[in-house]
């Protein structure tokens, strides 16, 4: 059965905050989405483990972040940066 991204979010109890305009879709599938859609509960800190993941304990550094093209992912309290950017350059 399908879920959507929400519905995957929702069972492993996360949630994401991002600009979708400053945001890849290539990085964000590679980096945020699909890894989370393979993950239990109770494995998504181990996962946020890993190098590319930043944890942020600091509210500015979070704002910054986001501002800046990273995704964050908030589970069980906590919140880590995704380097995510990559806005769609226009021909001219």
Known sequence: MFRSA?????????DLVY??????????ERDVLTPLS????????QLLARS???EVFDSRELVQGILDGKAAIFHNNRVWLVDVYGPRSRNI
């Not at 600009?19 to 290539?26: E, R």
């Open 19 to 28: 600009f979708a305009h400053l945001v890849g879709k290539d990085e964000f």
């Open 6 to 14: 929400a519905e995957e979010l929702a069972r492993i109890q996360t």
């Open 38 to 45: 393979n993950v239990k509960a109770n494995e998504v800190e």
């Open 52 to 54: 590319h993941y930043t």
